[in-house]
């Protein structure tokens, strides 16, 4: 540690200690440190760059181009690294260099660290938002046990086209869901209170915004929508996020009314900061202002000054902050107030995280015995049941267990393929695969790869392996067939005859949906389609477990297959929690957050959309002049809220305790009784859903305004009351106002979207 350093420590403990409110304190501390630094060196600390090689042990060599960045006062984070040996030699070189102020670490964190938790939209379909919570809780406990004291997460993007690849990475398509998704994660990366402790970290809300809604569910494309629609429709996750404390928003890359989200001001002055109240910081995507030059605003330096003037403090990996900005500031496109309005927001976050205090807080290096631990496999196993939803079953599930049972397919005993996107500090090949987990119900089950990913090699190749080519040119690959897909099919075969029924686990590789993978076919990929057909021509019975980060076209597999158990990437314990579902020891509870369809071309496909003024039945057939298809229903194959149990639940009448509510404030309790029907313990999600019956502009047909996830023993009924007001019947009216209309609302209860008993509630003024 240098000497600025240790005076900076000293002055820092001396504010913690000293009788001053805690912000004032930070405040003048701030004051003071500025008041020492050059421009450049506040520039320096609106540069965000990615570690030279991403999360795997590091010697730092003068070579490192960061290395030489930091000695030049020309860097304020460092994001991909989390080998505390790596951090502790950067940050040191930050201390000792230019303004001597210690370094902020990021990470991906998105669902879990080295115990990896269900992906966001198999979590998300849990609908229980405490252990949502734990998860992201226990995440941070791993993460800052690694350094990391800055997550990129949580993804709250609402997202209603399963084309785009990033609806893995969120929690559906809901609003409503959306926001207390994103206040749980927030809460638990973060902590209750404003205090940021040595196993809490720094949220950073992404994507800001509307990234979920790029045309056609092409990643990057542009997002044409309204404000109201935005606001009503979109917003809410990233607005009840900020409400939470959230510390940092990450700008997106789409664009929005024709400017990048990146630049912006309507989204990241006008929204998050003045009418919500957010004080924290925000960074940009990875190069998404130099992007800006694609979008045609104007070369680095002009799409520089503007992001920063429509509030982006921090640049990660464009470097057009730190190449223009000091150019811009002499030609008066930025000014220096513009500066350091950014600079203060970065050094307020570190000032939060306590590392003017002890820049080296999370890099002690004591906690390694804290990561990837039976209890945070205890937090991923509990999530990993929950995350599962039920699609179809006939009958044949939970499995007796004195079956002969094949287990078939390439996702089978393919325990890397069970962790999905974002997982890059993962121990992904300890996972336990479907196969390990089966094989702990019934020994003797047996075992076959299949077939292959897709029938074309060459696809199946660019594919699979299209990432680490990028990343690493010269890692030796496996061919992408090792075996024909007859032989395999042909092993199956075998297999499966000499089984009383079948266990095929098919569905998405991990490349085939996050980032940068959108796709046109949203369908079980060929190959293992292929299987599937031929399986079904045996005659026996088959439980599809499928894999996958989006909702998929299942309708043939909806008619052939016996059951369906949508497992996404469950992460750590995904097949030990799998099959303790297959064999009853887990009751299923998870409900859909997105809507599967029929068809591709029904996308985007969502429950709460509007109605047109020639309205046609969900699943009635072609009419000519209303709004339908030809050649296929209006409807989805499973909509939003819908999973089976082993149970099934009976809901009474929905009782209101009052019929009119005054539209500025009081409420209504309403009730509805639900009777566990079955003879096994489970967890029913209770739904409530409004429908205003007429309203100053049009609304959508339901709209989720409530839910909850209650346990009930075999047999058992419980009364469900969820207290309404006017702030839940609100919404953005023509003139962008929040309002609570007077008139006739239809609430509603049921197990999903479509499945409702409802009553009319009168708002008067
Ligand atoms: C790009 C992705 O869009 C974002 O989600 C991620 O956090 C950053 N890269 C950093 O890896």
Redesign the pocket.
């Known amino acids: 540690m240098n000497l600025r350093t240790i005076v900076i420590s000293v002055a820092a403990s001396t504010l913690a200690l000293s009788s001053c409110t805690p912000k004032s304190g930070m405040d003048s501390y701030i004051d003071s440190l500025m008041g020492k630094m050059t421009l450049e060196q506040k520039i320096g600390q609106l540069n965000l760059h ?1 570690a030279p090689g991403f999360v795997s042990a590091m010697k730092v060599t003068e070579e490192d181009g960061n290395v030489k960045l930091l000695r030049e006062g020309r860097l304020g984070g460092i ?2 690294n989390g080998d505390v040996q790596y951090l502790r030699q950067i940050q040191q070189i930050a201390l000792d260099s230019g303004a001597g102020i210690p370094l902020i670490f990021g990470m ?1 964190v998105i669902h879990g660290h080295e115990t990896v938790m269900p992906i966001p939209l198999a979590l998300s379909t849990s609908w229980n938002m405490e252990l949502i919570e734990k998860t992201a809780r226990t995440a941070a406990k791993e993460a800052t046990a690694c350094g990391i004291n800055w997550v ?1 997460s949580p ?1 709250v993007d609402v997202a209603r086209d399963a084309r785009w690849g ?1 609806i893995a ?1 969120g929690g559906g398509e809901d609003p409503y869901l959306g926001g207390e998704i994103a206040k749980a994660m927030v809460r638990g990366y973060q902590g209750d209170d404003a205090e940021i402790s040595d196993d809490e970290v720094l949220a ?1 809300v ?2 800001y915004a509307l ?1 979920g809604a790029a045309e056609a569910g092409r990643d990057y494309n542009t997002v044409n929508l309204g404000r109201q629609e935005i606001l009503n429709g979109y917003m809410r996750p990233y607005h009840e996020a900020a409400k939470a404390g959230a510390a940092s928003y ?1 700008s ?2 789409n664009e929005f009314e024709g400017v990048p989200a990146t630049m912006n001001s309507y989204l990241m002055d006008e929204l998050l900061r003045r009418s919500w109240g957010f004080n924290g910081f925000i960074v940009t ?2 190069t998404a202002i130099a992007e800006e030059v694609n979008h045609g605003i104007g070369d680095l330096q002009e799409v520089s000054a503007r992001s920063l003037k429509a509030g982006v403090d921090m640049d ?1 990996n464009s470097d057009g902050f730190i190449e223009t900005l000091v150019q811009s500031v002499k030609e008066g496109r930025v000014s220096e107030k513009d500066i350091d309005r950014a600079c203060r927001k970065i050094l307020e976050a570190k000032y939060r995280l306590g590392l003017f205090e002890d820049p080296f807080k999370y890099l002690k290096g004591e906690r390694a015995n804290e990561i990837y631990t039976p209890e945070t496999k205890a937090v991923a196993y509990e999530a990993a049941c929950e995350s599962q939803v039920l699609l179809k079953n006939d009958g044949i599930l939970p499995l007796k267990g004195n079956e002969r049972v094949a287990v078939i397919g390439p996702l089978a005993d393919n325990p890397s393929e069970m962790t999905g996107c ?1 997982s890059m500090s993962s121990k992904a090949g300890d996972c336990a695969s479907i196969l390990s987990g089966i094989r702990r119900h019934c020994p003797g089950a047996t075992y076959s790869q299949g077939s292959n990913i897709f029938l074309d090699e060459q696809f199946e190749d660019k594919v699979k392996y299209g990432l680490i080519r990028m990343f690493s040119p010269s890692t030796p690959l496996p061919k992408a067939h090792a075996l024909p897909q007859s032989a395999l099919v042909a092993d199956a075969l075998s297999k499966a005859r000499g089984a009383d029924v079948i266990v095929a686990c098919v569905g998405e590789i991990t490349a085939l949906n996050g ?1 940068g993978a959108s796709r046109a076919d949203i369908c079980i990929p060929d190959a293992q389609k292929e299987l599937l057909r031929s399986l079904k021509a045996t005659g026996k019975p088959i439980v599809l477990v499928l894999t996958t980060g989006r909702p998929l076209t299942l309708g043939w597999e909806n008619d052939n297959m016996n059951a369906i158990l949508c497992t996404w990437n469950l992460g750590t314990e995904a097949g030990n929690a799998i099959a303790d579902v297959l064999y009853g020891k887990v009751n299923p509870s998870g409900k859909l957050t997105t809507s599967f369809p029929y068809h591709v071309g029904q996308e985007p496909l969502y429950y709460n959309h509007k109605n047109t003024g020639r309205p046609h039945p969900d699943y009635a057939p072609y009419q000519k002049f209303v709004s339908c298809y030809i050649d296929v229903v209006n409807g989805p194959l499973y909509p939003f809220g819908y999973g089976l149990s082993y149970n099934s639940y009976k809901y009474g009448e929905v009782k209101l305790s009052s019929t009119e509510m005054p539209s500025t404030d009081g409420s209504v309790q309403v009730s509805v009784d639900v009777n566990n029907e079955g003879k096994m313990d489970g967890k029913e999600t209770v739904q409530l859903y409004i429908h205003a019956k007429y309203s100053s502009s049009t609304r959508p047909v339901k709209e989720l305004k409530a839910f909850r996830k209650v346990d009930f023993k075999a047999g058992e009924t419980k009364t469900v009351t969820f207290t309404l007001t006017p702030e839940d019947l609100s919404y953005y009216d023509h003139d962008l106002r929040w309002v609570c209309e007077k008139g006739e609302y239809d609430i509603m209860i049921g197990p999903n979207c479509n499945d409702l008993k409802g009553s009319t509630l009168k708002v008067v003024r």
Do not use: L, V
Request: glycine share 4%; aromatic share 24%.
């Open positions: 990615s994001y991909g991906d990129f993804m990033r990475e950073c992404k994507h990234y990450m997106s890359f995507d990875a990660m974002w980032e």
